[in-house]
């Protein structure tokens, strides 16, 4: 394992250390429990965004907390999720009295950690949705996950909700708004290498040289198959195919009722896109994977997108969620209204990410 | 060799597509000869701006041609020079009637081409300038080079140099300025990973699976020592001393007198470091070392420059020159002036570093 880093247990403790040194005009970072808050949080009477989950996705989601995304950031130990104390502890920070949107990708530890810290802040009285995001369409479940798997659509989420809450969004609105981001976004990764975590020394999984995994997890769970490596063009084409043909999607997701403070459960089906529709297009580096490649793929993602009478409205081309220094990438493409839109195009002030200001 | 490529001969005009489908607000590409100019150029009565070099390092220079950075960029083949018909066609497209600059890293073949354009250019009365990079602290001569190497500086000098350009300066100001950036920056890289060029197949050095090769060029060239792999801390120590330890570096350059119109010798000195000076401190991944160990490298840089009376005024931490999918990362440390701050926060608009606007 090569890596530049000191002792393995120390990985997400050193890196934020390093990221509070380096922005401390952004984000602040508290240990123990350990969390990333946004400097001068609360703001008082705008609904507060937290998103979290394991390590090593950066720069998600801590490199996301800032003025037009994220309030707060719950990074657990590498691909390991965050604990409910760390997530009660940050809600208490950056709460302003509008009430808080937990924005959690769909990994069973995940989940179970959110829901009971929504329980844990509603009994101390703040009011807390949690939305779902399950975006994956490579595999319906997983490996460590019912259901579909939450990727790239979580970065898309936080940046449009994060516009809409500074816009002054109310909570239920702007739970609407998430949801309608989850139903709207579709992923789906391929894997060249796997990536190593530090702590175990040895690579996830093992891929013949002439091998990737298609529909990867970020957490390097097995996707859908596993294929010879095939050209950029054949890539694009697989996974942009696979997210522009995949039909509607129905399942049942639990969310919290603040109101009511208990459990609901909630059917939602995604519509699928077609013809004519506005997408963001998001090609996302899975961390070894040079941007210039990624530019390859945008490439051909663009040239079946024009054919498929999609027109890509937006674009962002980066490693944005990763896996530590797996090689490879993801395409998201979400379906765009004027809302999203405008909410896009806002104002970003964040470590990874920044724009009009 | 596994990529998210075609054909190894069509990486980089495919890339540069898709560069070119992704930002047609910001940048244009023009083909045979090959670069990159910023929509809209040229801008009348401004001082274009131009840089260029091998391919291979994205996002530099493509992704830094925008609002507030450079007029054009002028890539080459993996790791090749662009040729002097690629630098005059892009100085007859951004020419404003001010003259141009061109910021040239100092690798033979990049300031022979360069220089042969500026001839070129000059013949067409076209007012050109070269100003050399050469901050690579590491070895004074090199494979490919003669005296030192031109590495992260050069990202610097073209954001400061760009939002002067933006502001004003003419052109003789704007070389002093860019003069005085490259004097005042100081650079050293260290690899985990070889990389691999497309078109070879096979990866450009041999390192074993316990080594690293420190002072790294960035087309794998061979640096000062090869040893062990220390640990984080280690490593940003050993970067981090040699660039702050570096003594005055004295050397002759050649530059172009645009009214003479022939090549003049100037000898320059680097002023060293010293307690009381800030600087801007960038922590750069070679391509394939993910943003979280940057940081806990730059946790490490942030002690040593506190220890060392040093002050770090700004920084910039992600992959911006790279080196395909190389494992490792540099620092450089450009010392500041208020001029220099001014210029580095001034805004900025391109595919890849953004803010402000």
Redesign the interface.
């Known amino acids: 394992m090569?890596?530049?880093?000191?002792q393995p247990e120390n990985?997400v403790r050193?890196?934020?250390?390093?990221?509070a040194?380096?922005h401390p005009d952004l984000i602040q970072v508290r240990f123990d429990p350990t969390f990333v808050y946004r400097t001068g949080a609360p703001v008082q009477g705008k609904v507060a965004l937290i998103s979290g989950g394991g390590?090593?996705h950066?720069?998600m989601h801590a490199?996301f907390v800032g003025t037009g995304m994220l309030d707060a950031a719950c990074p657990g130990e590498v691909f390991t999720s965050p604990t409910p104390d760390q997530i009660l502890e940050a809600a208490r920070q950056v709460n302003g009295g509008a009430g808080i949107l937990n924005i959690v990708k769909n990994y069973s530890g995940d989940v179970m950690n959110f829901e009971m810290a929504a329980e844990l802040a509603h009994s101390e009285g703040i009011r807390v949705l949690n939305i779902l995001i399950d975006d994956d369409a490579a595999v319906k479940d997983s490996l460590y996950t019912q259901g579909r798997r939450g990727v790239g659509t979580t970065v898309l989420a936080e940046k449009i909700c994060g516009a809409a809450a500074e816009g002054g969004y109310d909570l239920s609105r702007l739970a609407e708004l998430c949801r309608k981001v989850n139903l709207n976004g579709r992923s789906m990764g391929v894997a060249?290498?796997s990536c190593t975590v530090p702590a175990k020394g040895s690579p996830t999984f093992n891929l013949g040289?002439g091998e990737?995994e298609v529909g990867i997890g970020i957490h390097g769970e097995p996707g859908c198959q596993r294929v010879p490596?095939k050209?950029?063009?054949e890539?694009a084409e697989m996974l942009a195919i696979s997210i522009i043909e995949d039909s509607a999607y129905t399942r049942t997701l639990r969310e919290w009722d603040a109101d009511r403070g208990e459990w609901a459960e909630v059917e939602l089906t995604d519509p699928p896109l077609s013809a004519g529709d506005s997408v963001l297009a998001f090609v996302n580096s899975l961390?070894?994977?040079?941007?210039?490649?990624?530019?390859?793929?945008?490439?051909k993602l663009?040239q079946i997108c024009e054919n498929k009478g999609i027109k890509i409205a937006r674009?962002l081309?980066g490693?944005y969620m990763?896996s530590?220094?797996m090689?490879?990438?993801s395409i998201t493409l979400l379906k765009l209204d004027d809302e999203m839109i405008k909410l896009w195009d806002a104002p970003v002030?964040t470590p990874?990410l920044?724009?009009?200001?």
């Open positions: 090569k890596k530049l880093i000191n990985v050193e890196s934020l250390e390093g990221m040194a380096a390590s090593g950066e720069p490199g060249l290498t040289e990737m490596v050209s950029a063009d890539i961390g070894g994977t040079p941007l210039s490649e990624l530019y390859i793929i945008y490439r663009a674009n081309i490693p990763t530590l220094e090689q490879g990438c002030f990874a920044r724009w009009g200001m």
